[in-house]
């Protein structure tokens, strides 16, 4: 293989490709960013103050980081594969009276709250007997704390409707209708079924964990004033039926409505997102606002004053349906960020409606307090608790490998038959 990649014959097709992208991407979106540039640069764009690095906070506060890692192949058995699933919760007070920024809380008093840390959980799956949905339905119901299908699916409702379904029986009259009861039970949530494959079932299962730790958290004696999830509050909708097509898309929006009720502020930070030209908003920001800058970016949709960006306008799933994008950059070594925040929340503590001015400041002091629990040195620019949370529940290869080991003791120990639980790859070195 290596010749190959070698050769000139290699260097030519890549030649071909990144001329493809220039000519039917590259050249299609320059149009539409033309279009948006002026609005971006005068508008949309703006840098903040930071706090002092010897600031002292009139009142400290807490801030809460989730994230979740694991393996959809802990064990294969056949057709069966077993889900690891780590989630980790990570609370740190901002702490400035004792100069000791962003120090956890007791862990034991985290724990009392919470359960232990990282929490470790596995399920298993098999999607080849026609039991997919069945099963995943099973998984997500013993995952998620909230229990009962109307309460979960109800705030959705609320919020896309503008509260004119409050209840299940508003469904009655409602284009909703014909569905009502296939909302009692988790699995006729699950629509997506002809697409539930190993990738796809491990994604839900982990959004389902790191959300159920969510919801613990809001309804725990430990009050944080921002909760941070890692990712984009994306909820992917049945284009039919006008509601979300599986059940984590209900869940998102269960704890965007408790984090509202609790006051606290729920966003969700992505390294990676498909925001198109992030890169030139970056450069942007640069020359207008200087090569030091820390900038963020509002990214409207067409309910906005302004309507949406023509950068965005067919782009799948992106403003969020129910929520509010941001790029953000508090270093000149990384590439922007995302940030998306609950609309609704949005619209009644950021947006002030007729004061863009007003708005500006809402979203400068917001930033402020973000960038404020972004210095840590270890990864600057990007939210502490955030990384935190990602050094606590990664699984490494060598916590695998261990893991698959104890998965044979224990096999062993129970006297079940002892075929091999590895990947087929492994038998022949591969």
Known sequence: MLEKILTEKFRNTLRLVFSDINNQQDRRDEEEFAKDEVRIKEKLLDTIDPYRSDIILDEDFLVAAIDGSGTDSLVVLDDIR???LSTSTVVLSTNTASEQFFSPIDRTRLEEELGEQPHIDAHWHSGV???ARNKMAESLSSIYPLKDPIDLVLPFFRDYTGNKIRSFTDFAESEYMQYAEKLR???SLITREQVLT??????????CSEY???RRLLNSDIQTKYILLDGAMSVFMHFVRHYPSMPTGFMLRDLCALARQKGVILCAVSKNHTIP???RIAKMAKDVLGDGAKWFCHLPCKDDPGGGLHII???TYIPPMLAVPYLFSFSRDNRPSRIDFDRIWWLKNI???GDPQATRENEKALFREIEFMSRDARWYGYPVPLALAHESCKLSYEDLRLAKEIVRDVRQELGLDDRKTDSYRADYNL
């Not at 190993?198 to 959004?207: A, P």
């Open 198 to 207: 190993n990738v796809l079932v491990h994604d839900e299962l982990r959004k």
């Open 212 to 214: 159920a730790a969510t």
């Open 185 to 187: 039970g988790m699995e």
């Open 313 to 315: 306008e067919e782009r």
């Open 82 to 84: 077993v889900h690891l």
């Open 351 to 353: 947006f002030v409606d």
């Open 129 to 131: 007997r026609g039991d």
């Open 277 to 279: 030209f992030a890169h």
